[in-house]
Structure formats: C-alpha cells, structure tokens
C-alpha cells in the first residue's frame, strides 16, 4: 500500500513540477553485498553538479526532476538512473569484472589490456587463493601459455623450476627475475642444509593480489640485465576505498603419495619366487641360501612403514579497509604442512601490513612490509642414501623385520647396509632443519605536482636471516654424533625512483617514465662441523675433536640502473613503445661494467578501425602485436671477472697462488627476441585469446673456454655461446553460458618450445653440470641424453642385446649391429627431457553460490630417465634387494619379446648399467587442482551480521595420467632426479568468513 | 618542469659518483692486484707458487716415477693383485697426444705465478721498498722467483724435448712476461730455452744474498737457497754440455761445507725423514705433507712404491740385478721387518714371490697402506748428483777428477773401489746412486742412450731416434694454439 502511494506521488510530482529543482536523497550500495559505498560519486548528467556519497552511502542532492543521475565509483560499473521526480533514488552498484581484467601490472607501471605491445600473461588472486599449495609459485603450473613449472621434489616448501619460453643459459640461471610491489627481490633456494627452501614460499599467497608474467623482450626489457629469463611480477593487496572487511580463513587437509599407476615393489612370495628363478638360472638352488619358509613369512610393506599421511593445515585472519584519503590491507597466516615422508614438515609464519595514504592531494605515502618465519625439517633425500626412505624403502626385502625380536627397531638389514631408514627419519629427522626470517620491507612516497606527472620513489628492505642444523645422533652402542651448523644471512637494499608523465591531447595519448635504481646485496655464512659432540648435549661446545672446522663465506654485488620507456598511442587504434634500460654491474669485467637493453614495440588494434565497426556485433577485439628487444642474463657469482688469488698450504705454511684468471671484457649473456601476437576476442568478449610467436637468440653464453696453458690457467670464463629458443603460444578463455545464476566457463592454452644450441666455443658438446649423462649438443636440443643403446631382450636366449656400430656403416646410425657386451654397445643421442608441448585446461561452472573449478595441465614429448632401476629391475645382479613388481616379466622361453631379460643371480652383464634401457616418455596430463566452493547466500549473512561466507573442498594433483613405471612422472626440468621425494595428493577443505 | 630538471639532475649527478658503487672488490679471496701491490703479498706469492712442486704430475709422484718406468728401472708388477691400475701410459709406452704427462699445465702455472711476482718487483720496485723491506729483500724474493721459473722450464725442456741435439727446433714455450688468454705462444728452439733457464739461474745466482733462507718454513731445504740454485746450475750446464761450467759450479757446491756424503751406515735410514736438516746429502727437495694443498694423496710416492699400498711401481730385476755385494744401495729385505735397513723390499707376506720395491719414498710414519696413505719428500738435487756431475764433465774433458769422484761414492756405499773412470762408469754409478729419483731417462736422452730389455710382461727396444724421448705435449693445447707445434712422430 505504501509502495502505490509513493508511486502515485512521484508521478503527480512529475507533472506538476516538470523542470524544477528537487532534492533528492538516496544510498549507494554494492549490489552483490548490500554494503553501503561511501565516496561514490553521483553527478547530474550533463551538468557539473554532483556530490559523493558518505562513509554509509547515502547522499542528498539537488536536481532537476527530469534528471539523469550518473553514480559511479571506482570498481564499479557507472550506472545512470533518471530521477523521473523521485525524491529517493537509492542505486545498487554493480562490481566492474572487466575493471580488474582491464588494468595489467607492467614493469614500473600499469597499463589498459588493451594497449599492451608485448607478450604478457596475467593471473588474478581467486584463481590460486584456495589451491592446497604451499607456495605461489606451486599454484601457477598450466596456467599460462609458455611458463612451466616443474619440481623435482614433492617435499613441501620445496623450490620450483620456472622456465619462461625454454632454457637459454648453462653458467648462468635460467630462473626469472621476481618483482614484488615494483622492486625486484631475491629468489630462489636460500637454505643451507635443508633440501630446499624456496624464498618465494614466504610471501603468503592469499596476500597476493595479480600475478603478471611478462614474457617477450618488449615487456621485460625495462628490467635490462636480469631480464632474459622472463619477469614475474607480483603485486600484493592493498585496502579498498570504501570497503571494510575482516575476513578468517581456515584450512586442513591431508596428503598421500601419488600413485596413480599402480606402482609397486614385488611381495614377499613374489621376490622369492622371482629369486629362485635367477638362482636356477645361474645354476644355484635357492635352499642354499633361503629357508624354503621364507615366502610364509610374515611380510613387511617397508614404502607404507616409512610413509605416512601427511597434514596440511592452514590459518589466517586479514583486515582491509579504505578511505578516498587512507587504505590498509594486513593479514596475518600460519601454514603447517607435515609431508608424507617421517620427519619432513614445512612451517610458515607471515605477518603482512600494506598502508597507503594520500598526505595532500598531490602527496601520497605507502608502505609494504611482509614479515616470514619459515622452518624445515627433512631428512637425507634426494640421492641413493640408505637413510633415504624413498630408496631405503624400496629396496628392503619384504621379509626384512621392521622390529626385532626385542622389539626395538630392526638396525640388522645387510640389504641396506644396517639402516633402517624409519629409523634413521623419526631418530634424526628432527635434528636437520633450517629456520629463517625473512623480511621484505618498502616504503613510497608518490608525488603529483600537477595533473599527468607523477614522481615515485619506491624503497626496500629485504633480508633472510637463517640458521641450520643437521645433526647425526650416535648409532645405537655410541655416545658421539655429530654436529654441522650454518648462519646465513641475505640482505639487500633497493631503491627505485621514476617519474612519469602521461597526457592526453585529441586522439594522442603519450606516456613517458624515466627511473634510476640501485641495488647492493651481501650475503654472510659461517658452517661449522663437529664430530664428538655429546649426544647428551650436542652442541658445537662439547666437541673436543681436532676435526671440527669451521668455514666462513661473503660476497656482494651491486647494481646501478637508469631507465626509460615512452608510450604512445593514436585514436586507440595505433600503439608505440619503446624502452631502454643502461645496467651498471660489480658482477662484471671492468671493461664491460655498463650495458644498454632496449627494445620497441607496436601494436594494431584493428577492431577499433572504422571498416570494422560493421563487425563490432561479433568482433569484440581484434589486435595485431610486433616487438624486438635485447635483454640480459647477469644470473652468475660475484667476482667472476677477477683474477684472484687464494690460499695454497705448503711446507708448513700458507703461501698465495693464482685461482682464477681475470676477465675484464666478462659481461650478461645477451638475449633478442623477436614477438608476434595477436590478440582477439569474439561476441561481446565472450571469447577471447591470444596467439604469439617468438624467436630468442641467446648469444654470449658464459662457458669455460679453454686457454692455452702458457698463460698459467687452463680455461677461462668467457662469453662465448650461443643458442636459440623458438615456439607458439595459443591461449583460449570463454563463457559458454552466462546467466545470472549460472556461469560456465573454460580456458585452454598451449605452447611450443624447441631449444637449438648453435655454438659452444670449442666444444662440439658439453656434458651438462647436472649430471654427465645429459649433454648440451650443438644443433641439438639444449638437453639429450647420452646414453648405450639397449635393444631389447634376446628371444632365443633372454639375454639383453645391445646396438653396437656396424662397422660396415660406421657413420650411419641407422645401421647396427647386436651385442650381448655392454662394453661393445654404441652411445646415442636418445632424445631430450624437454617438453614439446606444455600446457592446461582449466574450466569452472558456477550455480549461485556454488563454484566448481577445474585445472589441469599437460607436457609432452619429455623423456625421463628412472636411474633407480639400475638396482631395483638389475636382473638378478641385485640379489638382495627387493625389485620392482613388473620386473617379474622376464624371458622365461625361447620367443618371448618385450619383457626383461631373464634374471640370473650375479648377473654381471651389465643389462642392468645405464642406458636406454631405463628411458621413458614423461608426458603426462594432470589433474593439477579440483575446487568445489560455496557462498552463502548474502540474505542469510546479513541476518547474521556477515558479509560473506565460504567453504570449499579442494584436490591438488588428484589424478594424474602418465605411463611412467614410477610414482609420479615429473623428475624436473632434467627429467632425471632420483632417489626423489615422490609428488603427492593433497585433499583440502576449508572455511573463509569475512565480517 | 624546472623541478623536473632539478631532479634529473640529481639523478645524473648522483650517477657519477656511483661509479666505486659498482666496484665490489673480492672479500674471501684476494685479487690478483692486491696481492701484487706490497712485499708480504709477492712474498706469499712466491711460498704459494713451491707448492703445485708436490702435485702428483711433478715431484708429488709421475715426473719421477714414470721417468724410472720408461727407463726400466720400475715396473708394474706382473705377479702381484695389488696394482690399482696406474701407470699403464709408461710401462707400456703408449704415450700418445690425448695420453701424456699433464706436467706442461703444472709448470707454465708455476711459470706464470713467478712471472707476477717477477712483473711486479721490476716495474714498481722504488714503491716496494719501505722501512722494513730493503732492496736487497727483494732481490732475494726474485731470485727465488727465477730459479722456481728455471726450474720449471728446464723440467718441461727434459719431459717434451729432445736433449740429445737432434730436433732442435722443438723446443719449450719459453714465458718471461703475465700472460694473456689471447696470447699464443710458439715454441723456442731448445737452444733458446737452454739460454733462458741458465740466463734465469745466474741472474737469480747474482741476486740472491749468500746465507738467504726462506722463513716460516718447516723443512729448510725445500726453498731455494744460493746453493741450490747453483746445484741446478751444475746440472743445467752438465745437460747443455758446458763441462767445465757444469764442474766449476758442483764444485762451488761440493766445497761450500753445507753438506755431507751419507755415510754407507746412514744410508738406508735417511729416506722418509719429515725434513732434511742441516747437513747430509739433499741440497734441494719436494716436502711431502697431507696438509699441503696439492697433496697427490694415493698417488703420492710412498703409496706407489707400498706393496701394501697401490704397488703400481715396482723396482725390476735390471735394476736390483747391478748391484755388487756389499753395495748398500742394493740391500733388500723385507717390508716390515728391515725397514730403515735396505734400499729393496719385499712384502711383508710374500705374496708377490720376491717382487723387490725401492724404500726410497719409505713415507714419513702419517698413513698407513689401507685408510690413508703416507707421505714422503722427494729429492730433487743431493750432493752427490754434484761428485758424478763433475766426474761425467771429467770423463768429457773438463778436469780430471772423475776417479776420485766416483770412488767417494762408492767408498760411501760400501761398494769396491774403481780403478778407472769411464764414460760407462759414470753412466753406471749415475743409475747405481739415483735409481728411482727420476734421472736415468733423461740421462739417456740427452747421452743418445737406448734402452732394450724384456721382462715377463714387456719387451722394450727403445733406441736413440726414438719419438718417444720428447713426450708428446698434450693434444688439448695443439689444438688451441695454433701457433704450438706438436713434437714430430706423433
């Protein structure tokens, strides 16, 4: 009733007061939350009349009653209401989803989606916020076209391989360069002892707010000398005008190895029957050495004694709130992941406060300070130790007691050479971790004298602050163990300044920055090691051995950087850029200290044309991109360049003798890419892609070159390689339906990388420093593997055959010969652990406040080489350690192909040696994370004073499909790691509150 | 905009005095400069630059004992299952480009750190002096410089070429000045190398004060004194055939009054000392030490020469067969029970029938044959190396001392006294005396000797046009320098 009559008075109103001024009252809400917007803006359209909303949203105003009112603020979608005589007009602002996708982070600055000139890649918060992963960098695998990520290790708060576009460097990283918040920061492995100890696990990943990748020369070339890799740029929350919110998250989850292929080591009676076999065929006979009871006995399933379920739990509560004037985000997490491995754990405490404020209006401060604890427990991975439970544990035979008959843990195994590794984990896994500080902490001051000019100085602290133990406890019987203790300390000083002018004149729009930056980082260490400490006080001070030692390390670098970038476009149809970086650098030869990296780039967006607008209705976007740069790879050690001197003890004293030579023209790997895109997208941006092509010249690669010993060194560091990396990036995003209740969308992106190594000095090939069974080959790939040639296994005999050289075709390889001699089988170029392919799906469905979302990624074409096999499928030359289930199809009579050959026990034939016998094809398709979430419905939060609530379940790595004869088929960029910690599932849920 | 100026300014001003910004200097190591720029630095140079004397390709072990290998004095042990594998290169004579002494990078390293130290005094010698250092501080420093310099380039003069005059033209690279990774030098003819080595020891000989003496050292007589460089100017002169040069300067060594014969008593006990000491033989040696940086480890000599240790280096029956009875040079035992007795030995088991190892490199008692290896000094110039200089300069006409020479040893030894002195007299006291120092090769090589012998696993004819009297220098620098010519035959 009150509704008609409201209704009935504004019409009345309308005709008997047509043209004159009314005051109108209303309040601005956001329609997705209700909440009130202060500081929207309302304006009468077509006039310079308006006022803002306050701090509850509401407003009053005078306008004419026939007025259009125009409300807008930023974030939203302006929304225009005629007043039509009314006296109330309340609006409900509808979140801009385009605002945020339409703004990319840039080096040194931001820039529309649809101006950009070079190969960039971008992923929002949401999209990584829930996944169980400990790390960002862990969370991004598939997600974007041309980045790969790949781990050797599943152990959490371990390090991530990321490569941009390939692999261009052997000397130098090959890892991007990370900017946080516009400063670029440390990465990478910082631990002492421990595995692994990634130093971009520090930053909390909900903290972050957009993740940018920035790809070809055009977009990273502003970052000059540490660019060729690739940027990643990160950018963390700040507060929202307008939006107070506290939000409370919780998380637990569990993990279990991967194994989605069934892999397994043989039973009990399957290991004995498979070892009568082998005795048998060796002329033996097993009683000699087995009681025939053995396979009755009871059995032990030692990879499920030394394995657990591993425990992830997660807890965090942040708070955000902002004015026109002053925004803050802060949040505070604790991570405890305890991994599937006895004594492997990751800890992480974050603490983050972002501030900014606006002084004057031409004035504004800001601060980002992040604030991390992290602590690492493991133990003894990642190679063929016996205390290593993922080689331990395989190669004890099932009967193999995990307790004695005291029931004390079982230290008789001869098999594993008296370790047991539970043992060995739960006793001493405690005593080897690495605990750090980390802080990132940074201050601007940003200043607009007048309108389009903006000075900026940006400021940062960073430092890591470790300490590290590995202790080994004496063996049961000593009193003795032994200590090993580090310090280590990182710290680095950053300053960035810029200033930048943009303006608008007619259909021009320019935009030019110019910077300098400086950068000093020194880093400290001291090691100890003590043999004899007390183990009831194991402390380097109860250590009387003359063995202990003690070792200290140092070094610093600086660089010193002046920069600038020019922007222009025309009618929004026409984009230029263009940027130069000159890098100054302590890293290199006096003669080469200073280098300029520049690059240029254009870009046609061809929709906006006039001829096009006839296609607007089904052409959304349609952009045509071109760019060249030269960038740099500057990843080496300090003092390179310096021919040093160091210490050489004789008769009694220490004297100096020359330790490396000095290379005054030492100087950055050189990179020059060239970049073509196109950018499209179809019916109202419905679906939308992008397509880039690229060629990257790697040049002066460092290698050693050699010298001529007259000169007193037998090599010298030089810039003196060369390689090249091309490819084809293609991603895809769509909604295939959207209603106002229910969104469907997917996403698809691929790419191509083939590596070629052009020149290596004087080498024709280079065994690479990862291991010597992998080669850098000029006009190969950058990685292949060398390795003896196996053919298969004799039908007449189950011997194994090997391809040797056939003498009469010495050079043609497609001529052979076969050997049962190991010692006679030819090497080979077997193919490369580089991935041709790389790649994700991604789709996610929602159904009002139901979301499902999906990613999976993919590689293809990588070989992995599963050395372990050498003792765990060795054809009876292993006899006694337990093997592999599918060992048990060997030769078992004359005619039978495609299996092992036979087993004979002493087998000394070397069937079992490296070679390709233990080559398989890595590619795999990844179910990487699997989200199913729920929003509360707001009606129902409102009654209880929320403003939103969410739980989710969420799989990492739920299932995996791959033909690896292994757990998991990742081993890392090498495609080699052994004796690695297996990849694992992790199964989550979770709540998020925000008040 | 005047702002903007102002601040761009700022920055370029700012840019300029950044420049030491970007100087970050070594901190846990000291560059090369720095090192070079005061006396304890060159001083540290020259102590550091002895110690690559003791790596395994030099005196820390195959300079020598291959040379016996090739020579016939050593074998790889045939009746034994104690050998690790080494020396094969030696024994069998199957040197070859890829698979040849590694002494030419050792040496030229060697060459280029004296080069330093040497560059350094010459070109900045007024601002090294100061009130504790003296010119004649300096003097001494580059003596020592050059003679390690002389040294290195004679070694590799012996190893890579041909000393009998024949090929000529091949001599060493001969490298006076720092070098740069560009630079490619040719070889010298040997004649010129011959100069520079005995250019560099008189010089050194000149500058070197009387009663100099390394400090801060544990065994004296591995640095050089005068002595010792006069020593090698004894042997130098000998091999370049300047007889009466080479008996004036053993003699200045025999008379100096430093040193003694070893009487036939001492002799078997003075091998494996930790050091020389004042007085005895040895006027020059290589001090063997774990602890010292280019320590050969389990190819040290006393671990070569173990039959407990890696055995590879046997004494044959040619060598063990010369000696005269009562000769204490030739005494054999048994390894275990007459160590410091006899010069041979026999395993302790006997598990190789009779096998005899010398007991010259016994070790120093800091290893053992199973967990870790001994070590021992080697000999490079003893006293009387100088009696049979000056009796091989007499029996070529220079004097005519060769008799007594040879008799005082002799009558040192326990063995009979000569009544002539020929040039096969000297030949053969030369191998009786100096078995297993590493002379004999080189003896017969720069004489026009040969070697023709069988034993159980052998037959070696190895006559005086030989290729293999110059090892073949190593294939990696041919290939690099395009300049460096590889020894003819291979």
């Known amino acids: ?260 292929n069934h892999f397994r080591m043989m039973t009990g009676p399957e290991l004995y029957d498979f070892y009568k076999v082998a005795y048998a065929n ?242 400290a260490s001291m090691y100890g090691y003590a043999p004899g400490v007390d183990a009831n006080i194991p402390y380097f001070s109860t250590s009387v051995a003359s063995s202990s030692q003690i070792d200290e390390s140092r070094n610093a670098r600086t660089l010193l950087s002046f920069f600038g970038n020019v922007d222009y476009n025309y009618a ?54 071109a760019s060249y740069g030269v960038n740099g790879n500057n990843n080496i050690s300090p003092y390179r360049a310096y021919g040093v001197y160091a210490s050489s003890a004789y008769n009694g004293g220490n004297g100096m003798l020359p330790s490396s030579p000095a290379n005054d023209l030492l100087s950055w790997e050189l990179n020059k890419t060239w970049n073509v895109g196109i950018d499209f997208a179809f019916f109202n941006n419905r679906l939308s892609g992008q397509i880039d092509a690229y060629t990257r010249n790697t040049s002066d690669m460092l290698l050693n070159k050699q010298v001529p010993q007259t000169s007193g060194f037998g090599s010298n560091f030089m810039n003196i390689g060369s390689m090249n990396n091309k490819g ?42 990862y291991d010597s069974r992998l080669r850098h080959v000029v006009g190969k790939q950058f990685y292949n593997f060398y390795l003896k040639e196996y053919h298969g296994v004799d039908p007449t005999n189950g011997d194994a055959l090997f391809r040797a050289t056939d003498p009469e075709h010495p050079d043609d390889e497609s001529y052979y010969i076969l050997t049962n001699d190991y010692n006679k089988a030819r090497y080979i170029y077997a193919g490369s652990p580089e991935p041709r392919f ?75 040696a490296n070679s390709t016998r233990w080559l398989q094809r890595g590619d795999y398709l990844r179910i990487k994370d699997v989200t199913l979430a729920y929003n509360l419905p707001q009606n129902l939060m409102k009654k209880i004073n929320m403003k939103g609530a969410k739980i989710y379940v969420s799989a990492l790595n739920p299932y995996t499909f791959h033909d690896v004869n292994w757990w998991d088929p990742e081993r890392g960029m090498e495609g080699m790691g052994w004796g690695i910690y297996p990849h694992t599932k992790t199964f989550a849920g979770g709540i998020e509150l925000t008040f | 905009m005047k702002k903007y100026i102002i601040a761009l300014f700022a920055v370029l001003t700012l840019a300029a005095s950044c420049q030491n910004f970007l100087t970050e200097d070594p901190i846990m190591s000291q560059s090369t400069e720095l090192t070079l720029s005061d006396y304890n630095g060159l001083n540290k140079a020259i102590a550091g630059a002895y110690s690559p004397l003791v790596g395994s390709v030099w005196y820390g072990a195959f300079y020598v004992l291959d040379s016996e290998m090739r020579a016939g004095n050593a074998m790889i042990p045939s009746n034994t299952n104690f050998q690790s594998g080494r020396m094969m290169t030696p024994y069998y004579m199957t040197y070859e480009p890829s698979s040849t002494s590694g002494l030419w990078g ?121 002595t010792a460089i006069q020593a090698l100017l004894a042997r130098v002169y000998l091999y370049h055939k300047e007889y009466a040069k080479a008996a004036d300067y053993a003699t200045k060594v025999i008379n100096c009054g430093k040193y003694n014969l070893w009487t036939a008593d001492e002799y078997t006990s003075v091998w494996g000392k930790d050091v020389a000491g004042d007085g005895g033989e040895v006027i020059f040696e290589v001090y063997g030490k774990q602890a010292n940086g280019y320590d050969a480890y389990w190819e040290g000599p006393s671990h070569m020469t173990n039959p407990l240790g890696y055995a590879d280096c046997a004494a044959t029956a040619q060598l063990t067969g010369l000696f005269e009875e009562g000769d204490v040079r030739g005494t054999k035992g048994v390894r275990g029970t007459d160590d410091g007795k006899v010069m041979f030995c026999t395993d302790k088991d006997q598990a190789s029938g009779g096998q005899l190892w010398t007991m010259k490199y016994y070790g120093k008692g800091e290893g053992n044959a199973t967990s870790t290896p001994d070590v021992s000094n080697t000999i490079v110039l003893r006293l009387s190396e100088m009696y049979l200089i000056r009796a091989e300069a007499s029996v070529n006409g220079a004097g005519s001392t060769a008799l007594a020479d040879l008799n005082a040893i002799r009558a040192a030894r326990g063995a009979s006294l000569l009544t002539s002195a020929g040039k096969a007299d000297v030949a053969l006291e030369r191998r009786l005396e100096l078995n297993f120092e590493g002379h004999l090769w080189f003896d017969l090589d720069r004489t026009g000797g040969s070697i023709s012998y069988s034993d159980a696993d052998i037959t070696r004819n190895i006559d005086a046009s030989s290729k293999f009297w110059a090892l073949p220098i190593p294939k990696s620098q041919i290939d690099i320098n395009e300049n460096l010519k590889q020894n003819p035959g291979y």
């Open chain 1, 728 to 769: 084809i990036e293609f991603q895809l995003e769509g909604d295939i339906i959207r209603t106002n209740d229910f969104v469907w969308t997917a996403g698809f992106n691929f790419a191509y990388n083939k590596s070629t190594v052009l020149d290596l000095g004087d080498d024709e090939w280079m065994a690479s420093s």
């Open chain 1, 282 to 523: 060796a002329g033996r006979n097993i009683d000699n050495y087995y009681d025939p009871s053995t396979p009755n006995k009871p059995m032990t399933n030692w990879i499920e004694e030394v394995t657990r379920i591993g425990k992830l739990q997660e807890y965090e509560v942040n708070a955000q709130a902002g004015t026109e004037r002053g925004r803050f985000y802060s949040s505070l997490s604790y991570q405890d992941n305890q991994g599937v491995s006895y004594a492997t754990s990751y800890k992480r405490l974050t603490g983050r406060v972002n501030s900014d404020y606006k002084l004057t209006n031409s004035l504004e401060v800001g601060t980002r300070v992040n604030l991390a604890y992290t602590e690492n427990h493991d133990t003894e991975m990642q190679s063929l130790y016996y205390s290593n439970p993922f080689f331990g544990g395989l190669i004890i035979r099932p009967w193999t007691p995990l307790f004695d008959e005291n029931g004390e843990y079982n230290q008789n195994i001869p098999e594993n050479s008296n370790t047991n590794p539970l043992w060995n984990a739960l006793c001493h896994g405690e005593d080897q971790w690495e605990k750090q500080f980390r802080t990132q902490a940074g201050m601007y001051l940003q200043w607009t004298p007048i309108e389009g000019l903006v000075f900026k100085t940006n400021n940062m602290f960073e430092g890591t602050f470790g300490e590290g133990i590995r202790y080994w406890g004496p063996d049961p019987g000593d009193t003795e163990g032994t200590l090993q203790g580090s310090r280590s300390q990182y710290v680095r000083l950053t300053t960035s300044n810029t200033a930048t002018y943009s303006k608008m004149f007619g259909d021009h729009s320019l935009r030019v920055m110019l910077g300098q930056e400086a950068m000093r980082q020194t880093y």
């Open chain 1, 1 to 260: 009733m009150k509704k008609i009559s409201l209704v009935l008075t504004t019409l009345l109103m309308a005709f008997s007061l047509f043209a004159q001024n009314i005051t109108v009252r209303g309040t601005v809400t956001d329609a997705t939350t209700g909440e009130p917007v202060a500081f929207a803006s309302i304006a009468v359209k077509g006039t310079t009349t308006g006022t803002a909303s306050g701090l509850d949203g509401t407003y009053t105003l005078s306008a004419p009653a026939n007025a259009s009112l125009l409300f807008s603020f930023i974030g939203y979608k302006t929304q225009e209401i005629v007043v039509n005589g009314r006296t109330v007009v309340d609006c409900a602002l509808a979140p801009d989803a385009e605002y945020l996708e339409d703004v990319i982070v840039i080096g040194y600055g931001t820039t529309r989606r649809e101006a950009k000139t070079g190969a960039v890649s971008t992923v929002k918060a949401d999209e990584i916020a829930v996944v169980p992963a400990s790390s960002v960098d862990k969370m991004l695998a598939g997600k974007m076209a041309g980045v790969s990520i790949s781990s050797e290790t599943g152990q959490p708060g371990s390090n991530s391989q990321i490569r941009i576009r390939g692999t261009s460097s052997i000397n130098a990283g090959n890892e991007p360069l990370w900017v946080v918040d516009g400063i670029p920061v440390m990465s990478g492995d910082q631990s002492y002892f421990t595995n692994t100890n990634n130093a971009i696990a520090a930053i909390n990943p909900n903290d972050i707010e957009s993740l940018t990748v920035l790809k070809d020369a055009a977009a990273a070339s502003i970052y000059g000398s540490r660019a060729a890799n690739g940027v990643i740029l990160v950018t963390t929350k700040s507060g929202k005008a307008g939006r107070a919110s506290f939000s409370a998250r919780a998380k637990y989850g569990i993990s279990k190895l991967s194994n989605d």
């Open chain 2, 106 to 226: 050792t040496a030229y390293f060697v060459i280029s750190a004296c080069n330093n130290v040497i560059n350094a005094i010459d070109n900045n010698a007024e601002n090294l002096v100061s009130s504790s250092v003296t010119t004649a501080d300096l003097n001494n420093l580059k003596a020592e410089a050059l003679a390690l310099r002389a040294l290195s380039h004679f070694d590799l003069l012996r190893l890579y070429c041909r000393l009998d005059g024949s090929n000529g033209e091949y001599g060493v690279c001969v490298i006076t000045e720092p070098q740069l990774p560009t630079d490619m030098p040719a070889r010298a003819s040997v004649e010129e190398s011959f100069a520079q080595v005995i250019s560099d020891l008189t010089t050194a000989e000149g500058l070197m004060a009387d009663n100099y003496q390394r400090g801060n050292v544990n065994d004296k007589k591995a640095t050089f004194t005068k």
């Open chain 1, 572 to 625: 929004n149809r026409y984009f230029f850029a263009a940027s130069i970086r000159e890098d100054g650098s302590s890293l290199f030869g006096s003669q080469n200290k200073w280098g300029t990296f520049w690059s240029a780039s254009a870009s046609w967006n061809v929709s906006s044309e006039e001829f096009m607008q006839g296609a607007s209705d089904w052409l959304s976007l349609l952009k045509i991109r």
């Open chain 1, 838 to 912: 790389t790649g994700g799906f991604n789709t996610s469905i929602s159904w009002k406040g139901l979301e499902l979302s999906v990613f999976t990624e993919f590689k293809t074409h990588n070989l992995v080489y599963i050395y372990e096999w050498r003792y765990l499928n060795a054809d009876g030359n292993q006899m006694s350690m337990n093997q592999i289930a599918t060992a048990l199809n060997y030769w078992k009579q004359p005619g039978d192909t495609a299996c092992n050959p036979k087993p004979v026990a002493g087998n000394a034939t070397n069937s079992y």
